[in-house]
């Protein structure tokens, strides 16, 4: 079944996404996320933030990582389903997967139906 339509989340997916939140930073960019708006304020934004989320550039200007690093830790979210990636002209744009975060804190707290 697909993301959007299972209420649950797999066993093995959820260990990809605790796997991709077990970095600090991962974990950090995680919590930005979740206000973009004001974490993000001193960057003018390219697009709706509400809508597509913040420019991988913003989040690489404020951790002070890497545009490799960011890159790849990016990547390891949206692989993980944590995050969903839109690119608009040539920059790609982060935001989190609302729906995948509170499956898999349902998953957590042991309320997943069987």
Same mark, same amino acid.
């Given at each position: 079944?697909?993301? =959007?339509?299972?209420p649950? #989340? ?6 990809? $996404? +605790?796997? $991709? +939140? &077990? ?9 930005? @996320? @979740?206000?973009?708006h /004001? ?12 809508? %597509? /989320? #913040?420019? %991988?550039? !913003?989040?690489?200007?404020?951790? /002070? @990582?890497?545009?490799? =690093? %960011?890159?790849?830790?990016?990547? =390891? @979210?949206?692989?993980?389903? +944590? #995050? ?5 002209g040539?920059?790609? !744009? ?10 898999? $804190?349902? &998953? +957590?707290? /042991?309320?997943?139906?069987?």
């Amino acid at each position: 079944m697909s993301r =959007t339509t299972d209420p649950n #989340v797999d066993p093995l997916e959820a260990v990809e $996404a +605790l796997k $991709a +939140l &077990a970095n600090p930073a991962r974990l950090q960019i995680m919590n930005w @996320l @979740l206000d973009p708006h /004001g974490e993000f304020s001193q960057w003018e934004p390219i697009a709706d933030r509400d809508e %597509v /989320g #913040v420019c %991988v550039s !913003h989040i690489q200007a404020k951790s /002070g @990582l890497a545009q490799s =690093t %960011v890159s790849s830790y990016m990547a =390891t @979210l949206e692989r993980a389903g +944590l #995050v969903r990636s839109t690119r608009i002209g040539k920059w790609i !744009h982060y935001k989190r997967d609302e729906d995948m975060m509170s499956r898999l $804190a349902e &998953a +957590l707290r /042991g309320t997943q139906r069987p």
